[in-house]
């Protein structure tokens, strides 16, 4: 059995982060487990789990929901520059991101420019659907559109680039990486020892940071469930010809917070290339329709099959071409995607048990800020605490 100074369970945004960090101390006494992405048509196996950084396009904005937030924010992107200098890989692309209310300043935009000044963030107020259009001429609105345009380094982050920097950091650093699905934990000789699926032998770590996102309260590793709430979600992908994202490649990322009758939460990014080397506009949003989870086989059968959810495709397709019009859409595309919610809508980082911590319930928002709630998560592995500034009470978990 192998044994570690520190495992890390989940090998996404955010446990790919804290994996490097936390690798910076322990060297080869850190392991990240985790899976590799499913294959598409692939079987579903009874520990098969998912994430939703299987794709080329987050949203990247400064300006969070409150200080917290947007320190979070801001401090996850002071970091890319390094990241990507040392590993090679671009993950980053500042294009901007715009946030739209289509009836009113709503809550977010009466804070955001107090928000933004206290923290130094750089952005203009569009008070008028004229204002946005001049500033953002690709995008149409309806309403009384009223929007916040923030520059670079808000924009976009491709997800999957972002994990596969984080984990080379890693290793370069001198920690290890396990393909594996941990399916439970038991302390042991003060540590504990991981299950492992498929037969593979277990390990041993003195500590563990749980970082599973959706599926935190689904690996067997905590004593008591954390308080969360798991919902799908529905993105639909948009191809787009070379010269179209020629002329998009530098459309700002786009959040518009209307609440309409059949959608709401609707976020957009401009063309992205996927893995089969096509271009692709991003939208998601949620719709009355979406589905709420409370077991794996819920969670499984629902990435399986996007069958049950065609029918929502016009819906989203029409918001799409609403949002961009006059752009000539090739093909388009529904994906599955799942989101995790805490009563507190804020991140969890907190001690589980004796040398088992946990980070999760990142309500949505985990790509923006992974590299900093990563860093965070590694410095109370190591020090027991948060940095120096940081309100414990603020990342405080609850738990069923």
Same mark, same amino acid.
């Not at 594996?180 to 000789?189: C, F, H, K, M, R």
């Not at 940095?387 to 009470?393: I, L, M, R, Y």
């Given at each position: 059995?192998?044994?570690?100074?520190?495992?890390? !369970?989940?090998?996404?945004? !955010?446990?790919?982060?804290?994996?490097?960090? *936390? &690798?910076?101390?322990?060297?080869?006494?850190?392991?990240?487990?985790?899976?590799?992405?499913?294959?598409?048509?692939?079987?579903?196996?009874?520990?098969?789990?998912?994430?939703?950084?299987?794709?080329?396009?987050?949203?990247?904005? $400064?300006?969070?929901?409150?200080?917290?937030?947007?320190?979070?924010?801001?401090?996850?992107?002071?970091?890319?520059?390094?990241?990507?200098?040392?590993?090679?890989? /671009?993950?980053?692309?500042? !294009?901007?991101?715009?946030?739209?209310?289509?009836?009113?300043?709503?809550?977010? *935009?009466?804070?955001?420019?107090?928000?933004?000044?206290? @923290?130094?963030?750089?952005?203009?107020?569009?008070?008028?659907?004229?204002?946005?259009?001049?500033?953002?001429?690709?995008?149409?609105?309806?309403?009384?559109?009223?929007?916040? %345009?923030?520059?670079?380094?808000?924009?976009?982050?491709?997800?999957?680039?972002?994990?596969?920097?984080?984990?080379?950091?890693?290793?370069?650093?001198?920690?290890?990486?396990? &393909?594996?699905?941990?399916?439970?934990?038991?302390?042991?000789?003060?540590?504990?020892?991981?299950? $492992?699926?498929?037969?593979?032998?277990?390990?041993?770590?003195?500590?563990? $940071? *749980?970082?599973?996102?959706?599926?935190?309260?689904?690996?067997?590793?905590? #004593?008591?469930?954390?308080? =969360?709430?798991?919902?799908?979600?529905?993105?639909?992908?948009?191809?787009?010809?070379?010269?179209?994202?020629?002329? *998009?490649?530098?459309?700002?990322?786009?959040?518009?917070?209307?609440?309409?009758?059949?959608?709401?939460?609707?976020? $957009?990014?401009?063309? =992205?290339?996927? #893995?089969?080397?096509?271009?692709?506009?991003?939208?998601?949003?949620?719709?009355?329709?979406?589905?709420?989870?409370?077991?794996? @086989?819920?969670?499984?059968?629902?990435?399986?099959?996007?069958?049950?959810?065609?029918?929502?495709?016009?819906? %989203?397709?029409?918001?799409?071409?609403?949002?961009?019009?006059?752009?000539?859409?090739?093909?388009?595309?529904?994906?599955?995607?799942?989101?995790? /919610?805490?009563?507190? %809508?804020? #991140?969890?980082?907190?001690?589980?048990?004796?040398?088992?911590?946990?980070?999760?319930?990142?309500?949505?928002?985990?790509?923006?800020?992974?590299?900093? %709630?990563?860093?965070?998560?590694?410095?109370?592995?190591?020090?027991?605490?948060?940095?120096?500034?940081?309100?414990?009470?603020?990342?405080?978990?609850?738990?069923?």
């Amino acid at each position: 059995m192998q044994r570690y100074d520190v495992a890390v !369970v989940g090998a996404g945004l !955010v446990g790919s982060a804290a994996a490097a960090y *936390l &690798a910076q101390d322990a060297g080869p006494g850190l392991c990240l487990v985790g899976p590799p992405e499913p294959a598409e048509g692939a079987a579903i196996l009874p520990h098969t789990v998912f994430a939703s950084h299987y794709d080329a396009g987050r949203i990247q904005r $400064l300006t969070g929901k409150d200080a917290t937030w947007t320190r979070l924010n801001l401090e996850a992107t002071q970091a890319y520059a390094g990241l990507e200098a040392e590993t090679g890989l /671009r993950f980053h692309a500042p !294009v901007g991101c715009l946030y739209v209310s289509p009836h009113w300043a709503d809550d977010y *935009l009466q804070a955001a420019p107090a928000l933004a000044a206290a @923290a130094g963030v750089q952005a203009t107020y569009l008070p008028d659907a004229a204002a946005l259009a001049k500033a953002v001429p690709a995008y149409r609105f309806e309403g009384t559109p009223v929007g916040w %345009l923030e520059g670079g380094p808000a924009g976009i982050i491709m997800p999957r680039a972002l994990v596969a920097a984080q984990q080379s950091r890693m290793r370069q650093r001198g920690g290890r990486q396990l &393909a594996a699905t941990v399916i439970g934990a038991q302390p042991e000789d003060g540590g504990y020892r991981l299950r $492992l699926a498929d037969g593979q032998p277990h390990l041993w770590a003195r500590r563990v $940071l *749980l970082a599973a996102g959706a599926f935190t309260n689904m690996t067997g590793v905590l #004593p008591r469930p954390l308080a =969360m709430t798991l919902k799908g979600e529905l993105t639909v992908l948009a191809e787009v010809d070379a010269d179209t994202t020629q002329r *998009l490649a530098h459309l700002p990322a786009l959040l518009y917070e209307g609440w309409f009758d059949d959608r709401d939460g609707i976020y $957009l990014t401009g063309p =992205m290339r996927y #893995p089969n080397g096509r271009y692709y506009v991003k939208m998601g949003c949620n719709v009355p329709e979406d589905p709420y989870f409370n077991t794996l @086989a819920q969670v499984q059968a629902w990435f399986a099959d996007t069958a049950a959810s065609q029918a929502l495709l016009p819906r %989203l397709r029409a918001q799409v071409e609403a949002l961009l019009p006059g752009v000539a859409f090739a093909s388009w595309q529904l994906r599955h995607c799942i989101i995790h /919610r805490t009563p507190s %809508l804020r #991140p969890v980082i907190d001690q589980a048990a004796p040398g088992l911590a946990v980070v999760a319930g990142c309500n949505g928002y985990s790509a923006m800020c992974a590299d900093a %709630l990563g860093r965070l998560a590694a410095h109370q592995m190591v020090h027991g605490q948060l940095p120096a500034g940081w309100d414990a009470t603020w990342f405080a978990a609850d738990w069923r």
